[in-house]
């Protein structure tokens, strides 16, 4: 069946939150406590060991094929507009916006600031910026313009480009 990469994640999750929900139950219910007085079989939960382990393996296996497609399809998909993979966008995208994020404190600074001298001192010191405080911030803008349609070129390719998963 054909999937989208968002489609994808989507079915990921609904199969780890189905393998959750198995393990739950299986923790509520693989063992029990029971009085002295009271009758074992009327307090004994609904449990079948090997029916649990069976669907806890089927959604096991049905998790790796997803993850495995999901792989390959970031590893060998180029980004349009970027000369990148899913997975090297993937990467690029945190990447680029610690960059905006750096560049627009960089950017932020006054290029001569008064520092503030111990409670004592009539010495009046002054910090200056040691780069172009301009420059930093049409560099912030560029990064956070290529920022933009990074994600925005990774969420067409997410919700148009389709893999094949098969169970």
Known sequence: ????????AKLLRSLNEEHDTLLYRENQSKSFVAALSEDIESVRPEYDYE???QMLEETERKIRVVKHAIN???????????DMTIDEILVFIPQLSARKSRLAQLAGVLPKSRERGGMQSNIID?????YDVNK????AKKASDLLAKAQTALDV???TETM???F
């Open 51 to 53: 029916s649990t382990q």
């Open 136 to 139: 930093a911030g049409v560099d």
């Open 1 to 8: 069946m054909k999937y989208t990469s968002a489609e994808a």
């Open 164 to 166: 094949e998963i098969e």
């Open 72 to 82: 390959l399809f970031n590893a060998t998909h180029k980004v349009p507009g970027f």
């Open 157 to 159: 390719v997410n919700t």
């Open 126 to 130: 002054y910090r200056y910026a040691n």
